[in-house]
């Protein structure tokens, strides 16, 4: 992962987004909290976090930052919401699954939320003492599956971007062959009023593109 290309692509996002505030098309909030120390809330994780590429960026720019937006004519909205390092490395029983969906989906005690844009949707790495995971999943509270989209930070970063951060943009991969989904349908319609530069056959192609089960 090459975290200025990171940085760079959030920078060109929050640009994008300021364009249309310039225009009157959205409202734009943006957030950064100061840069991550090295030495960290929670030792008991250091030498665990230090795998996770999201450190680096964290160290550079901001521990956690929010980007959001909110649609003046329609009704629309988007956000990115990155964790601080200590929220996303701590313990989420009892917060984001509970005891009894480890029986559904063993794989959730080790799922870390990174991007948290609403109350339900999230998408983070699997954590655990000995391993963390390259690929990006989607977990969609309150149920216990966690959902590979095939993407490592990097590539998530990019898709956001090319989503516009609109909301649900991440069910929108899951379900990007499925044109009649409710989710897929809404985003197909909805974005090109709001943001005209948008070509779907191109996004499905750049998701295509990075996926890493194509590398």
């Known amino acids: 992962m090459d975290r200025s290309i990171i940085d760079k692509t959030i920078s060109l996002l929050t640009l994008d987004l300021y364009d249309r505030e310039d225009e009157n098309i959205l409202e734009l909030n943006t957030y950064n909290s100061l840069p991550i120390m090295d030495t960290p809330i929670n030792l008991n994780y250091w030498n665990r976090i230090q795998d996770i590429s999201l450190v680096a960026l964290y160290k550079a720019t901001a521990n956690g930052f929010v980007i959001e937006w909110e649609a003046k004519q329609i009704t629309a909205t988007g956000k990115l919401n990155f964790l601080p390092i200590e929220q996303i490395v701590q313990n989420w029983k009892d917060r984001l699954y509970f005891e009894r969906d480890m029986e559904y989906n063993d794989l959730i005690a080790h799922y870390h939320p990174i991007d948290m844009p609403s109350e339900t949707i999230s998408c983070g790495m699997l954590i655990t003492p000995n391993f963390v ?52 349908k809404q985003f197909r319609e909805t974005i090109p009023t709001l943001f005209p530069d948008f070509n779907w056959d191109a996004f499905v192609e750049k998701y295509e593109s990075l996926k890493l089960s194509n590398q």
Request: with cysteine; glycine share 2%.
């Open 133 to 184: 995971s390259e690929s990006i999943y989607l977990h969609h509270a309150p149920e216990p599956e966690t959902f590979d989209l095939d993407l490592d930070l990097e590539g998530y970063v990019h898709m956001a971007k090319e989503a516009c951060i609109f909301s649900n943009w991440q069910m929108v991969l899951l379900n990007i062959t499925n044109l009649q989904h409710p989710i897929t």
